[in-house]
């Protein structure tokens, strides 16, 4: 990784954003990068068009299990001209855990943010096709929040039945 | 908020209606799998559901089609049938603990996954590698992208129509689970790669079995290649079959070789390069076709190319030196220790009941090349021995979301060997 | 069929029911339910090292209807269990099921809320096999466990 285009692509990013950069950790070389919210659709258009990261590889959502801001969404991009990896975060309250797709940018996010949504709950506005990917419909709960007991809720998923006819 | 329904042993079972219901309406379709259109009977269009029990299926991989006669207008694919929930694991596991988790991942090469953790756990908690198990572990990764192939190989022809190829692949399978039997005590889920080095070097015999295995591979490989490369009918079966192009992949994030066939040379150990890759002269095969014969050539060509990798790993490997970092706050100590001297007990002890602590508030990335494409490990870390979260990024995932789009216009007998050709392994798709 | 009840024990049944137990101990065709890493050491035990068919089991029928023998490899979850049951379910009588490695016996290593913590929660299993995964050794020797267990059946009255 090339620290200098990096630091580049960072100032263009930091540029863009002005204010609504909220956060930024360069830590362990690859840039992790916190926007406000309202400006993701922004960001990832200028990301996209602008500075060459037309590959989305995954979408992290985690539970920071705290009151305020208590979900966060991570972005991973990579521009594969400029040999880079950046994350992108956004914060997402557990009252109204809605945040706008990323399909209409990256088609890879479809299957990614239906991860996300079927681990911890957080809807994407306009995503064509939100569905759980993993755990059938009829599964209420999320597990990957925190409150969510490791062994499951019992009963939650049935169980088939041990005689060949069902009565 | 959790209770637990205590009439379930008497209700009937549903078969998960609602989300039946909800696949079939995605495909917007109705239950019935046949509508037959009475005025032009070659018009009907008929819903095939393949799976989750399907011997080409790779596992429990669920594909749901339209068809219009022969060709696929669109289907679905319905994942989770091994979701055990691996994360939510993780987040109750100390790192050593979790690490055996790995290997029943991707369970066709254990080991590239035991390294993608310990890499991505030691670059968290700040640790330097011991060169020579380094170089133990490149070349038992490389290794294990051979085992993956040849499976993959001795399947996708099988699927193909050829039951005698799988016979032979295994038999040079079992050459290798002789080589991780010696090496590692076990014939695949090896967990032999630690967090902080490798749990023992090399024995004689071990070293001497690699050596013969990679000196008798290429012979075998280029009989496959004169087998398979102007075979009429495998290319027939396979040339413009599941065809993609660069752009396409990109934008429906295709990872490792089905990438690499499309024509774009992303592989991460030149991309970012790890352990000593750098180091070492190589080769990324790619092609521009991005059909299945593709693929089919970019792996055999990757085969090659890990042996040649390990050729170079026992050149430069120093012959001797220790295997593991010498820090009792970072890896376990060695048997020796922990027998005969009561520090290392108590150290011991200390590791397995707290464990590796990396800083509070620490999150780091970080990906190997695994021989299906970008393995990735995302580590939140809150200052205990336990990961805060856990994500894995694993190719297989990214390569069936999308074989959806691939699968499109495609006649319905070629799924099986595109199924085949894009290798996913459901183990680690499903999480 | 209940040939016995027409011709009760005599010399005949005897001697059929010995040979129907010889033929069925021998060709015991497996239904392999790979699931996960079990199925690829299942897929071994099928390979030329290990080499299944000296012992009748000569080939994997994918289809229940042409099998025996269900060997059940990996972990369950409760979205699989249905599958796995209703191609129990369709197997012909009589039939006999293998649970393969620690995640089919108990759940093993996966106690998490996805897996089901054995699959003879819903499936009448006859012999477990230990391992994580098992080598193809143990395999061979859950089917000769299997063989004997035929052999000591009556074989028509199971019919009946
Ligand atoms: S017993 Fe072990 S090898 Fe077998 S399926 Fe379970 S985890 Fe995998």
Redesign the pocket.
């Known amino acids: 990784m090339n620290i200098e285009i990096r630091d580049n692509l960072l100032q263009d990013i930091r540029e863009f954003m002005g204010e609504d950069l909220l956060e930024m950790n360069l830590e362990y070389t690859h840039p992790l990068l916190r926007i406000k919210r309202d400006r993701l659709h922004d960001a990832c258009r200028f990301l996209k068009n602008t500075l060459h990261f037309i590959y989305l590889n995954e979408i992290i959502g985690t539970d920071r299990f705290t009151s305020e801001d208590r979900f966060e969404v991570i972005y991973h991009l990579i521009s594969l001209r400029n040999r880079q990896r950046l994350f992108l975060k956004v914060r997402v309250e557990e009252e109204y855990p809605v945040l706008p797709t990323v399909t209409d940018f990256w088609k890879s996010a479809n299957w990614n943010e239906r991860e996300v949504f079927d681990m911890f709950g957080i809807r994407f506005e306009g995503h064509p096709d939100l569905r759980r990917i993993f755990l059938p419909e009829d599964f209420k709960y999320y597990p990957l929040r925190k409150e969510f007991p490791l062994l499951g809720v019992p009963g939650s998923l049935e169980m088939p039945n041990t005689t060949p006819d069902h009565d | 908020m959790f209770q637990s329904d205590s009439n379930i042993s008497r209700k009937k079972p549903t078969y998960f209606r609602e989300h039946q219901e909800a696949l079939y309406k995605s495909l917007e379709d109705k239950h019935a799998t046949v509508e037959v259109d009475h005025s032009d009977p070659l018009a009907t269009r008929m819903t095939l559901n393949m799976g989750p029990q399907h011997p080409a299926t790779h596992g429990v991989l669920r594909v749901l089609m339209e068809l219009d006669g022969e060709v696929i207008t669109k289907c679905r694919l319905d994942t989770g049938y091994l979701h055990r929930g691996i994360e939510k694991m993780a987040e109750n596991k100390t790192y050593q603990e979790f690490m055996p988790y790995t290997d029943?991942m991707d369970?066709l090469s254990p080991y590239s996954n035991n390294v993608a953790l310990c890499l991505a756990v030691e670059k968290i908690a700040n640790m330097e590698i011991p060169e020579r198990a380094t170089y133990i572990r490149m070349i038992c990764c490389e290794l294990s992208r051979i085992s993956s192939h040849l499976l993959w190989l001795g399947t996708m022809i099988m699927d193909a129509g050829a039951l005698s190829f799988f016979l032979w692949t295994f038999r040079e399978r079992e050459k290798l689970y002789d080589i991780f039997d010696e090496v590692a005590g076990h014939r695949f889920?090896v967990s032999h790669s630690r967090i902080g080095g490798v749990n023992n070097d090399f024995t004689p015999v071990a070293e001497e079995k690699i050596r013969k295995f990679i000196r008798e591979f290429p012979d075998e490989l280029k009989g496959w290649h004169k087998i398979l490369d102007r075979n009429r009918i495998f290319v027939d079966r396979n040339n413009g079959v599941g065809a993609i192009g660069h752009v396409e992949g990109i934008a429906i994030g295709l990872a490792g070789p089905s990438l690499r066939a499309t024509g774009i040379a992303y592989d991460i150990r030149t991309f970012e390069p790890y352990m000593l890759y750098d180091q070492m002269d190589f080769m990324v095969p790619t092609r521009t076709e991005g059909d299945n014969l593709a693929r089919y050539y970019c792996r055999m060509e990757e085969m090659a190319e890990s042996v040649r990798i390990i050729e170079q790993c026992f050149e430069k490997m120093p012959k001797k030196g220790p295997i593991r970092v010498d820090d009792a706050k970072k890896s376990y100590p060695s048997k020796d220790e922990v027998y005969y001297s009561m520090e290392g007990l108590i150290h011991d002890f200390m590791m397995t009941d707290t464990g590796i602590c990396p800083p509070a508030g620490a999150e780091c990335y970080h990906a190997i090349e695994a021989p299906k494409g970008e393995l990735g490990f995302y580590i939140q870390s809150d200052g205990t021995g336990h990961p805060w979260r856990l994500k894995i990024n694993s190719p297989s995932f990214s390569n069936l979301q999308g074989l959806e789009t691939i699968l499109d216009g495609e006649m319905v007998a070629d799924t099986v060997v595109v199924i085949g050709g894009l290798d996913p392994v459901m183990g680690d798709s499903d999480k | 069929m209940s040939l016995d009840r027409v011709m009760g024990e005599g010399y005949f049944t005897t001697t059929v029911d010995a040979l129907t137990k010889w033929g069925r101990a021998n060709s015991v065709w497996p239904m392999p339910m790979g699931?996960?890493?079990?199925a690829i050491?299942m897929m071994a035990f099928a390979g030329p090292k290990y080499d299944a068919a000296r012992f009748g089991s000569e080939v994997f029928r994918f289809s229940p209807r042409q099998s025996d023998v269900m060997i059940v490899?990996?972990?369950c979850t409760y979205k699989m269990s249905h599958a796995i049951r209703r191609v129990w379910d369709q197997m012909p009588d009589p039939k006999w099921c293998i649970a393969?490695?620690?995640?089919?016996s108990t759940g093993?290593?996966?106690r998490c809320y996805g897996v089901v913590q054995g699959v003879d929660n819903f499936l009448p299993v006859d012999y477990y096999i230990s391992?994580?995964?098992p080598r193809p050794e143990s395999i061979i020797n859950a089917i000769l466990k299997i063989q004997d267990k035929i052999k000591e059946q009556q074989s028509l009255k199971l019919d009946s």
Do not use: D, Q
């Not at chain 3, 699931?35 to 079990?38: I, R, V």
């Not at chain 3, 393969?100 to 089919?104: D, F, L, T, V």
């Open positions: 029943r369970y889920t | 699931l996960a890493c079990c050491e490899a990996g972990w393969m490695g620690a995640c089919a093993g290593m996966h391992g994580c995964p």
